[in-house]
């Protein structure tokens, strides 16, 4: 699924990571990720309302049929999904949620857990059966977010659907809010300095890097070719970050002494910059050998942050 914010037209790309859906036979449920029949389901929604398309779970269990249930969400069955840039998530509107006392909750990393009640005297959303996010409800790019129906009744509510999901990129505006689409990292582990998933890269080469400051991940591997005449290291990098950051590549062949390669704004001759695409740059560095080429050559990445 992907989505445009109508400002700033800003694609914004939406992927499915998992559905939580029931299995005949099982309490509880199952993962698609794990095999399972369990997708998700776009099916006509409300004609009187306008609606024609509304998100449901198809799973392998129905609590009233006990057949294949491929229209719409009960207890205990759940969407995962994540965003390919950072988001606001701003409202969610839902198709057909009759007072049942059934419940959603909405998780993620990025948030506290949100619980989404509609019943009479406990009312979460307006009269368009819209729910609205509190401002600042963000989620960073490639960060989990799960929409769980709760209840425990076995009908459940067996119609409700999603009809739309609203959110607005984020345009970051350098280290400071990035670290603050990260709530779990606070006082000293939200430092420009700090290593707090302990993988060798705190969390300002994190920023530039465009990765995640509080997990290890895995596919930063820079690309390093050597020859009898130069060494070419290859990596990409968070465009916006050459204004705002200090980088500097050293280079030394015994650990003692170091030279300089500055990676940002002006550039080095030996620094090639590519063309920005999605917020995202390549970066070559090119790195003459003496004659006779040494051995080794050791390469470090450091950082600062503009004053």
Same mark, same amino acid.
């Given at each position: 699924m992907e989505a445009a914010d109508s400002e700033s037209q800003k694609l914004v790309r939406l992927t499915t990571v998992d559905i939580h859906g029931l299995s005949a036979g099982e309490f509880g449920t199952t993962l698609a990720s794990e095999g399972r029949a369990h997708s998700t389901s776009i099916i006509y929604g409300n004609p009187d309302r306008g609606n024609i398309n509304a998100?449901? @779970?198809?799973?392998?269990y129905d609590f009233i049929f006990g057949s294949n249930q491929s229209r719409d969400f009960n207890p205990r069955e759940a969407w995962e999904f994540e965003f390919d840039t950072e988001v606001e998530l701003k409202w969610i509107e839902f198709e057909s949620w009759s007072d049942s006392g059934a419940g959603f909750t909405l998780s993620s990393p990025a948030f506290e857990t949100i619980e989404i009640a509609h019943e009479e005297? !406990?009312?979460d959303l307006d009269e368009d059966d819209i729910y609205h996010l509190e401002p600042g409800t963000r989620v960073p790019a490639n960060t989990p977010v799960k929409l769980l129906m709760t209840g425990s009744s076995s009908s459940g509510e067996r119609s409700v659907r999603i009809e739309s999901l609203a959110v607005v990129p984020v345009e970051s505006s350098g280290f400071a809010d990035y670290i603050a689409g990260y709530p779990e990292l606070f006082d000293d582990l939200a430092l420009p300095e700090a290593d707090p998933d302990g993988d060798g890269l705190v969390n300002l080469l994190e920023y530039i890097l465009d990765r995640h400051p509080g997990r290890k991940e895995s596919g930063f591997l820079p690309e390093i070719?050597?020859?009898?005449?130069?060494? =070419?290291? /290859?990596?990409? /990098? /968070?465009? =916006? =970050? /050459?204004?705002?950051? !200090?980088q500097v590549l050293q280079y030394s062949t015994d650990l003692s002494t170091w030279t300089d390669l500055p990676l940002g704004s002006p550039v080095?001759?030996? @620094?090639?910059?590519?063309?920005?695409?999605?917020g995202m740059e390549e970066v070559t560095v090119l790195i003459e050998r003496s004659?006779?080429?040494h051995d080794h050559v050791f390469l470090r990445l450091s950082a600062t942050e503009v004053e």
């Open positions: 998100l449901g @779970v198809a799973s392998e005297g !406990n009312d070719t050597i020859t009898e005449a130069e060494v =070419s290291l /290859r990596f990409e /990098r /968070r465009a =916006s =970050s /050459r204004e705002d950051t !200090n080095d001759p030996g @620094v090639i910059i590519g063309a920005e695409a999605e004659a006779p080429p």
